[in-house]
């Protein structure tokens, strides 16, 4: 018996990519007005890692909006001396050195080590501020103070670091490196680990205001901070940086700043020659130490859930944004994939599957890497937004091509000849006839996509986009709270994606009617 060919035009996927392409172009138009209003002023651009970095770029505890922490206040009195306007730009401690390196800034000040290692990939500027690596341990655990009793042990520290070489050349210990600080000292708060080697201003902050550890032991050699600009590069303005940080250590401000974090230290006096006692006290100190021993209680644990809000519905509403662009563009190129591969010519056949073959076969954080900071090589240069995007969607293009493949498959053969009996091309046959129906049946797998891509893009946080994920991450990070902040992240992510899947089911049932037997 001869198939009806079934016309079954997708009018709710034409209406939800309308609307998507309209959200694109707001946020394009916005970007693009931000860009102009920045190029008019030219600000001077430094990054850090606020998102954990205690006590050196930091949210603060009482207004996450506000950023402090040394070198903050460092950079703050720097843009003064120097007489210029600063601005700050955030990105992920692994993106800091290839975003320098790309133009998205021109400095960095993050507790970069000025090690040999690290000065042949970056210039640095004089040093401005010198400490040591320092031991922490719990009060009730291994009582280890030298270099020599962590032998045996289990040491954490933080990765790419002095400390973490020094830690390598003892193979006796057992090392745990980490990239948040906050997860090292949970590790040994928690007993996985017995001991952590760090900076000494990291382990004042987190060491000496948790009850259940302490630092012990002597200094232990010698950490030097410089400012990073990229190699061979803005050699004006490390000129012009070399000479404010020589001021500042002159008039005093410089000793100012450290005093207030309390965090001078006999190596500081010995490099700026300044012995001199300044009537400072470390108030900024004292107030982080007050926010943290004051935010005990549900009460008080409420009140600051009910004040990340604001924050988490933006972080939400640019992950939402992010990946409706990227399914749409998933969507679009994955049809285009799955058609060349059936139905066109052995050359464009061959450059769809392999293109399938090599995404699928690649972690997709490498592709959004490569995307952001590894075309610009090539003059392709994108902004965060639009590469997060396309590497999420070209990404996802690659599933959903082999999706729409079996989907098309799934049609039966008839519905082509009958449409092509109707007179019909073989382009319109596949317009109205099959693809409408191979939509019907991948549907289920595309909503299960999307939710599986609003989880992913959560890597777009190493391209600077501050999304659900890097929000929870500098929140917990901040408070020592990963429970309640991730309860409320995981919160939004399922109500990011519920909405969805009851809209694909009346998508899918509205596709499907034809079909359906009346009653």
Avoid at 53 to 58: G, M
Avoid at 124 to 138: A, G
């Amino acid at each position: 018996m001869k198939q009806n060919a079934q016309y079954c035009p997708p009018r709710f996927w034409g209406l939800f990519l309308r609307c998507v392409c309209m959200l694109l172009a707001v946020s394009w138009l916005g970007a693009g007005a931000h860009v102009a209003h920045a190029q008019e002023e030219k600000p001077i651009r430094w990054a850090a890692d606020a998102s954990s970095d205690v006590p050196y770029t930091f949210h603060d505890l009482k207004d996450q909006d506000k950023l402090t922490g040394f070198e903050y206040d460092l950079m703050q009195e720097l843009g003064k001396h120097m007489g210029a306007s600063l601005q700050f730009v955030q990105n992920d401690w692994d993106g800091l050195i290839p975003g320098l390196q790309r133009g998205l800034y021109e400095m960095v000040i993050c507790g970069i080590e000025m090690t040999d290692e690290h000065a042949e990939g970056i210039d640095f500027s004089d040093p401005y501020y010198i400490t040591s690596e320092r031991i922490v341990v719990r009060r009730n655990g291994p009582q280890l103070k030298t270099l020599a009793d962590l032998n045996g042990h289990a040491i954490g520290t933080i990765k790419d670091t002095q400390a973490e070489r020094i830690l390598t050349e003892n193979a006796k210990v057992q090392l745990r490196t980490y990239d948040e600080e906050t997860d090292a000292f949970m590790d040994l708060a928690n007993g996985r680990t017995d001991a952590i080697l760090i900076d000494g201003p990291i382990a004042k902050y987190y060491g000496d205001t948790n009850p259940a550890l302490q630092v012990v032991g002597e200094p232990i050699g010698r950490v030097e901070y410089g400012i990073a600009f990229a190699k061979g590069q803005n050699a004006a303005l490390r000129t012009k940086v070399n000479a404010a940080l020589a001021t500042m250590q002159h008039d005093g401000t410089l000793h100012r700043v450290l005093l207030r974090w309390d965090l001078w230290t006999p190596e500081m006096a010995q490099l700026t020659n300044d012995h001199t006692t300044l009537n400072v006290t470390p108030a900024a100190w004292n107030a982080y130490v007050a926010e943290l021993e004051g935010k005990g209680g549900w009460r008080i644990k409420l009140e600051r859930y009910i004040g990340f809000l604001p924050q988490l519905a933006k972080a939400a509403w640019l992950t939402l944004l992010v990946s409706l662009c990227a399914m749409v563009l998933a969507v679009g190129a994955g049809l285009a994939l799955a058609l060349l591969r059936l139905y066109g010519p052995t050359p464009l056949r061959w450059a769809a599957t392999t293109y399938v073959e090599v995404v699928r076969g690649t972690p997709l954080l490498i592709q959004v890497l490569f995307i952001f900071y590894g075309l610009p090589e090539f003059c392709i240069s994108l902004t965060p937004f639009l590469a997060g995007v396309v590497s999420l969607g070209m990404n996802y293009a690659a599933y959903e091509a082999e999706n729409y493949r079996a989907g098309l498959q799934s049609v039966a053969h008839g519905q082509m000849e009958a449409a092509l009996a109707l007179n019909m091309t073989h382009a319109q046959a596949l317009r109205y006839v099959v693809v409408p129906q191979a939509f019907r049946l991948v549907m289920p797998v595309m909503t299960n996509d999307f939710i599986s891509l609003l989880k992913d893009s959560s890597l777009v946080s190493v391209i600077t986009l501050t999304e659900l994920t890097q929000t929870y991450i500098r929140l917990s990070s901040s408070y020592f709270d990963y429970f309640g902040t991730g309860l409320m992240v995981g919160a939004a992510y399922l109500l990011l994606g519920l909405p969805f899947v009851r809209l694909a089911r009346m998508a899918e049932k509205k596709l499907a009617q034809p079909h359906m037997r009346r009653r």
